[in-house]
Every structure is written in C-alpha cells, then in structure tokens.
C-alpha cells in the first residue's frame, strides 16, 4: 500500500500533510541565523530534504514480507524545472539507501527562482559530524593540517545525550588542538501540532534511513556559505560504508546504507546540478579503512579521551547515557578501541563476558555476537583463488562504486583485527 506525503501548505488528497514551521522544523532558521536570508533555492533544498526525512518517519515498517514501503512524497519547490532534472537520481539515491520505493513529485510554488549559485575558492571543507568516533578521528586529520574546517550535526529534536556526545567531542578537539572550530547544530524533525497531526512515537519508523541525505543537503549548503570551493566529507569506516549484511536477515531496509557509496555518487550528481557547480565533490577518506583503522589516526591523548564520543544508536534510553554494548555499532566500536590498547567502562551490557548460553535465540545480545562471528568467519580465509566466490553471497559488491579488491581486503582485516580481540574473552571464545 502507497503511502502519499504533501510537503508544503495544501493537500490535495495526500495522507499526511507536512508544513514547514507547523508540523515539520526544518531548520531553516538556525541556517538564517548563521548566514543570513536564504535565497529560494536554498528553501526548496531544505523543504525537500526534511520532507523526506519526516515521511521515512511518519510511516512505519510492517512485519515480515511487507517490510519495503511504497511512499509518495508531493513538494512544493520555487525553482520546478530545476528539481525536474534530478528527480530521477534522487528516487536512485532514496532507494540505495533505505531499500524502499519512493516516488517523488514535484509541484509550483509561486517565488522567484534562483538562477544559479556563486562559488568561492577558498580552501577548506565541510565535515558531517556525528559525535561519534569516525567524525572525531576525520576532525582531527583535518586539524592536524591546520585546515579550515565547518563540523555540521544533526539529529532529532530532544536527543539530548547525542548533543551532548557531540558539543563534548568540539570542545575537546578545540582544547587540544587550540583552534576555534566552527560547529553549526541544525535539528530537524516531525512534531504533532493543533491542526498539523504528525504520527506519536510509536506509530513512527526508527531506522532513520534517509537522515544521510538531509544530513548531506544541510552540510553542502553551509560548504556554499562558507565560502569553501567544494568538499564536502562524510566519514565513514568502511566496515559501516560498505555496509555487507552479516547474514540473510539483515539484507535491504534491515541493514543501514547511510554512507553507501552509490548512493554518496547519486547525492553528489545532484547536488552539482542543484548547486551549479560541476565540480563539487563528496568524499569519504575512510572508505577502506576499518574502524580500528581510523581509530588508530587519533593522537594518544585524544584516543583517551575518545569515551566523550558515542557510536550507540540507543544511547540516550539507557541509564546514564551509556552505550548498550551488544549492538553491532558497539561491537565494532569496542573492537577498534582494544585493538588500539584504550579500554572504557561504558557499556550497559559487558557482550564480551556475557555467558550467551544462557541467553534465548531471540534475544538480541547473543543474536548480534553470534551473527557477528558467521559473518567475519566468511573472511577469514579468503584467498585471490577463491575471493571471487563472495560476489554470490554478497551480491552488494557488484557495484561500480566499489572497489571490490579494496573492499574484501578491507573485511578480511575486520575479520583479522576482530579475532585478534574476541580471541581474548573465553565466553566468546568457546564460540569461535
């Protein structure tokens, strides 16, 4: 069943009507209390990118065979013959990274479009930022260059532990590299409103799958106002870039593509038709790099104090704000830190030391580690004669934006690196 969405002011038969400033924030005025009146172009960008973000939200997954969903998104943009041109790349770009069928329909708004964007040539980037390790380790290879350098955050309205994991990771990096670091904060999100109803929480979807595109559009507008000439960076080890399911299960809308790297060459082939500039780019210095890898770029110092950061996506549900400890992120995260002799007492669930024999095969404590275990298994002996036999199992790599060398060599040091620490915990070595 299609799910239709209005982004704008009238509804014409849609299920869900999404207003700016009503029951949809945008966060454009952060963007014009940091740089000023916002040309029609840059509306129409923002409308579009936290109108998709509110409908991935506003409509949940069903169980089972019904999990991908059918939305239709209508918005309302100034500049009409421009969005024509990329609407096609932009329903690619939705699909590669939540697995569902979007369709998009753009509608006149009456305004003064906007003929084309100037660019400066000013040296310097533009970097997504997290709160988490990767952001942090990108953060510092920049600082360490003395290069000049924006971090721009988003996340959810109340997700107070995120923004606080994210001003705590800022400041650090300024005390340490004594720097003023630009850092601009935009939150964007659906709420409910007298006469604009948006879905309650529990009637809302979790996955946040298309978070990375309004993530991006926000970021490559403020690039554009910060006088930079191109960049823009999203850090992502390649382990969570990549992205390989661990197993069957989690194939599609049940593995995150936040940072796939066909849908960041879709992104960045919009934004330079949006943009008017052929030749602005999207990067990821980490894309074949694993965790523990990036990890591993920090200064000493900064590693110790890498405990500011956060990498669960249930953080701000567990007391005291600490990382649950058995999601995958957690996993990963642990790993790259031990690999790196730096060791925190922050997970609710110590996964490593937990007895998983005790555990039900649904619970998700021993169904993530088992899962984890399958899946570096697969790279452990993985050799030129026989690597090409992965392209059956993960039909992912078949993908012109992946270097599939680069990529199993990648995986077979995540699974290298991961037993060189798992083999040090007897419970989970009884498993391996």
């Known amino acids: 069943m299609k799910k239709r969405i209005m982004v704008g002011e009238k509804i014409r038969g849609y299920d869900l009507l999404l207003c700016p400033g009503k029951n949809l924030y945008t966060g454009i005025n952060k963007f014009v209390e940091e740089f000023g009146d916002t040309n029609s172009l840059e509306e129409d960008l923002i409308n579009l990118a936290s109108g998709i973000f509110a409908s991935d939200l506003a409509v949940k997954r069903e169980d089972r065979e019904h999990y991908i969903r059918n939305i239709e998104v209508g918005v309302e943009v100034v500049n009409l013959h421009l969005f024509e041109r990329i609407k096609k790349d932009l329903e690619g770009a939705l699909y590669v990274v939540s697995k569902d069928n979007w369709s998009i329909k753009f509608i006149q708004k009456k305004g003064v479009p906007t003929l084309a964007f100037d660019w400066q040539n000013k040296e310097g980037a533009t970097l997504l930022f997290s709160g988490g390790i990767d ?75 298309t978070r990375s595109f309004l993530f991006l559009s926000l970021a490559a507008l403020v690039t554009r106002r910060s006088n930079f000439n191109k960049i823009l960076f999203m850090a992502e080890n390649g382990q969570f870039a990549i992205h390989l399911p661990l197993n069957s299960a989690r194939v599609g809308p049940f593995s995150t593509h936040t940072a ?149 060599n990648l995986y077979k040091r995540v699974s290298s690196q991961s037993y060189e620490i798992l083999n040090k915990y007897p419970k989970v070595k009884k498993l391996i």
């Open 135 to 209: 952001s942090m380790c990108a953060a510092s290879e920049f600082l360490k260059e003395n290069k000049d350098l924006v971090l721009v955050s988003h996340n959810s309205h109340a997700n107070h532990a995120v923004d606080n994991s994210q001003k705590k990771v800022h400041d650090t990096l300024e005390k340490f590299y004594k720097k003023a670091v630009k850092h601009i904060h935009i939150k964007v999100y659906g709420r409910n409103q007298p006469q604009y109803p948006f879905p309650k929480d529990e009637l809302r979807e979790n996955t946040q799958r």
């Open 260 to 408: 796939d790297p066909e849908f960041v060459a879709l992104v960045e082939k919009i934004f330079q038709l949006l943009l008017s500039n052929p030749d602005f780019e999207i990067k990821n210095p980490f894309l074949y790099k694993t965790k523990a890898e990036v990890f591993e770029l920090l200064p000493d110092k900064l590693k110790k104090a890498a405990n500011v950061s956060a990498s669960c996506w249930m953080i701000s549900r567990i007391p005291e704000n600490k990382h649950c400890g058995y999601c995958i992120p957690c996993i990963s995260r642990r790993i790259s830190l031990e690999y790196n002799n730096i060791f925190f007492k922050e997970y609710h669930t110590d996964i490593f030391k937990t007895d998983l024999n005790k555990l039900s095969d649904t619970d998700d404590k021993r169904r993530n580690l088992i899962d984890y275990l399958e899946f570096i298994s697969k790279f452990r002996n993985i050799t030129d004669a026989n690597k090409h036999e992965l392209k059956y199992e993960f039909p992912e790599l078949f993908n012109p934006a992946i270097d599939f060398d680069k990529a199993v």
